[in-house]
């Protein structure tokens, strides 16, 4: 008994992510909390939402258990009140994803008995607007005319929704005022807009104050000092043989694989005509990522790809001339999945002592996964051998291994059983990649000893 205890260790409390057993699983609604909230704040009293009574839930030993095995939140047993166990930051637990929402479930273990539901964790106004650099340069031609339009970095704020950015000013704005742009992404842009002619001569720098503003009650901002270097006049900006380069790399692409090369052009000639490229967006993630070659505009990785965390980049390339005119393309890099992720076992719950003569009994209860996608993301589940189990699916990748027929501890009173997750993804060679050995014995607790 002990050696199996330090095979399975009792944190079955590992495992138990998403147990729902065709005849014991119920999935009720959702409860709302909002990010922040104090620890042991109350959330709703699962055993009355349950129909349950609370002396039960200590008899059978609920507890309440998430998908990703962290603490959030906490049963109350003598309550059954549903608690926060330490504060909650919505985006490190969901990022951009909105709504937010974390998969739970009660479960009763004796008799074994889950309840699923749905908390959805809702966003506060705890970020504030950053810009990327405190100060940003822009070169603009003295001979501009009114209402031409130049593109600004923009902030990055955490939150979502109405606590995200919402719009830009700029202070002063004697020669210019700021429109607020939509990206593909859902971001939003500031660009400056010209409103009166510049004279390099009168002034040759102007400096305005550039503010992002969320939209929460009360709003946060965040400002840059933009400074507009008036230049004379340099006939011709430098453009791109194209605006967008859409491209598909392998998740497994070797670092240094050159991903795609931007190529932009400038008429005109000497330093006015030298072209130097460079990120439009101080985006930490992408630099990290992809070598921008400055002169040749080839773009490679130089960090290990991973679909599973981002499946997609949009990049923003600008192309400078020696006067300081810029134009600007998007590569939009989409990360394509292999299969490079194992299927994953863990059990639950495991009988390492069965009576010999019982006509079906439940032995062990699993869950399996596999990170990838698609084909690469799906598994089956099997065990080898002529012998009397066979295993049940449930729901969400939940097996149970139970005995099939009665067992007679005087033929055979022990069983090694191998069990086998594969996934379906190619090559075929991938397809079997976990495997999980359980002893069993099975022998009389307190019968005649044959």
């Known amino acids: 008994m002990g050696v199996e205890e330090d095979r399975f260790p009792r944190s079955r409390q590992v495992l138990l992510l998403f147990v729902c057993l065709t005849q014991t699983c119920a999935e009720r609604g959702g409860y709302i909390v909002a990010e922040e909230t104090e620890n042991g704040s109350f959330v709703a009293n699962l055993a009355k939402d349950l129909g349950l009574g609370i002396r039960e839930l200590s008899w059978r030993r609920a507890r309440v258990i998430s998908e990703d095995n962290k ?49 959805w964790v809702l966003d506060i106004n705890d970020n504030a607007p950053m810009f990327p650099e405190a100060e940003m340069t822009l070169k603009v031609l003295e001979n501009s005319l009114p209402g031409s339009a130049f593109p600004l970095q923009n902030a990055k704020d955490l939150d979502i929704g109405i606590n995200n950015i919402q719009n830009y000013t700029i202070y002063p704005n004697s020669h210019f005022h700021i429109l607020t742009r939509h990206g593909s992404e859902g971001r939003k842009y500031p660009e400056l807009v010209l409103d009166k002619a510049l004279d390099r001569e009168e002034q040759p720098e102007l400096r305005v104050t550039l503010t ?210 594969s996934d379906l993804g190619t090559p075929s060679s991938h397809r079997e990649l976990n495997r999980l050995a359980i002893l069993l014995n099975a022998e009389t607790l307190g019968g005649a000893a044959g």
């Open 212 to 421: 992002a503003v969320d939209g929460g009650a009360p709003p946060k901002t965040g400002t840059a000092l933009v400074i507009i270097d008036v230049l004379d006049v340099n006939d011709n900006a430098p453009e791109f043989v194209q605006s967008l380069y859409h491209v598909q790399i392998p998740e497994d692409s070797p670092l240094g694989f050159l991903i795609v090369t931007v190529s932009a052009r400038d008429l005109d000639t000497g330093i006015n005509g030298e072209i130097f490229y460079s990120y439009f967006y101080g985006d930490e993630e992408i630099a990290k990522t992809f070598a921008l070659n400055k002169l040749t505009g080839e773009i490679k990785i130089i960090k290990t790809l991973d679909f599973e965390k981002i499946a997609s980049y949009e990049v923003t390339i600008k192309a400078s001339d020696g006067a300081g005119l810029s134009g600007k393309c998007t590569v939009i890099i989409q990360v394509v999945d292999i299969n490079d992720n194992m299927p994953e076992l863990t059990v639950a719950s495991l009988m390492s002592h069965i009576p010999e003569n019982s006509a079906e009994t439940r032995v062990a209860l699993f869950s399996i996964r596999d990170r990838d996608s698609g084909e690469n993301g799906r598994m089956v589940c099997s065990i080898k051998g002529d012998i009397p189990f066979r295993l049940k699916p449930t729901v969400e990748n939940f097996y149970t291994l139970v005995t099939e027929g009665t067992l007679d501890r005087e033929s055979q009173s022990e069983y090694n059983i191998t069990i086998t997750v």
């Open 71 to 119: 603490k959030h939140f906490q049963l109350n047993l003598q309550t059954g009140d549903l608690q926060v166990a330490e504060k909650l930051d919505r985006e490190e637990l969901c990022g951009p994803i909105e709504p937010c929402e974390l998969k739970l479930q009660m479960l009763l273990e004796d008799p074994l008995e889950a309840h699923r539901f749905k908390l």
